[in-house]
């Protein structure tokens, strides 16, 4: 795989939908850029997708569901993979409103500012009624931008946890189970020294409480925006998680390894 790469939506739970792609990045893998359809009694979109497959994203998100029909798009964060087709979802349904923070919206602005009408903001430890559930936004352990925001469902179980456990991969699967365990372990480390570089300057004992959180929910399936979704692992993810602190962040190429590349 060397270009971005959609693929089909697929149900995971009874009311989740999953809109998986994948992005190429040279000398390390491929990573999952998932987005995902909670169907609540007023849908909520998570993310919109890659910038570079707003077309496809458009398609395969209207075979699940009337874009109409969508009242939320929950933005877990700003960056380019997660922002897609923002602009063309508000245009196409006009009910919705965007959930956010107020830095994620400060942030927006800065390109193209969001209709003031059209925005939601909700912080961390609030909660957001959705007629049949009630999600509570969290902070997820780890995150590149600082409005990162997930949610957790107790309905389903799901902690929708943003760029958290994200994981380099070398083929793409449906599955987190479908990772052989030393190959998740070890592209969930390279990835975080990679996305979250200041976890090697935490101190592991505060970082160990901010994991106690997300086991004292005790999600039944975590979905992350760069990993698989992940079926009844949460144990094993926040362990591997864990260890990020004693590994030394990613240090990329420099110009002589860039000159040798391109040669």
């Keep these: 795989m060397d270009t971005p790469t959609m693929f089909e939506p697929?149900?995971?739970g009874q009311d989740i939908d999953v809109l998986p792609s994948y992005f190429p990045i040279p000398g390390?893998?491929?990573?999952p850029t998932h987005a995902f359809l909670l169907r609540a009694t007023t849908p909520v979109l998570i993310d919109s997708g890659l910038v570079p497959l707003g077309d496809q994203f458009m398609e395969k998100l209207s075979s699940i569901i009337d874009i109409t029909d969508l009242r939320w798009l929950w933005l877990t964060h700003t960056d380019q993979d997660h922002i897609g087709s923002l602009l063309p979802i508000l245009e196409k349904a006009p009910k919705?409103?965007?959930i956010t923070t107020f830095l994620g919206l400060g942030k927006r602005s800065l390109n193209q500012p969001l209709p003031m009408d059209r925005v939601f903001l909700l912080n961390p430890g609030q909660t957001i009624d959705m007629g049949d559930r009630t999600l509570?936004?969290?902070?997820?352990?780890?995150f590149d931008a600082p409005e990162t925001t997930g949610f957790f469902d107790p309905r389903s179980g799901a902690l929708f946890c943003a760029d958290c456990f994200g994981t380099l991969m070398s083929?793409?699967?449906?599955?987190a189970a479908d990772i052989k365990p030393d190959d998740l372990e070890e592209g969930l480390l390279t990835w975080a020294g990679v996305d979250f570089p200041w976890l090697h300057m935490v101190n592991e004992g505060v970082f160990g409480k901010v994991l106690d959180d997300i086991r004292?929910?005790?999600p039944k399936i975590i979905l992350s925006s760069h990993l698989p979704p992940a079926v009844d692992?949460?144990?094993r993810l926040l362990g591997y998680l864990a260890a990020a602190p004693a590994r030394e962040p990613f240090t990329g190429p420099d110009q002589k390894a860039l000159e040798e590349m391109i040669q």
Excluded: H
């Design 10 to 12: 697929f149900q995971v």
């Design 28 to 31: 390390l893998g491929i990573l």
């Design 96 to 98: 919705l409103k965007v």
């Design 136 to 142: 509570t936004a969290i902070k997820p352990p780890a």
């Design 171 to 175: 083929d793409p699967v449906t599955l």
């Design 216 to 218: 004292r929910m005790s």
């Design 233 to 235: 692992m949460t144990e």
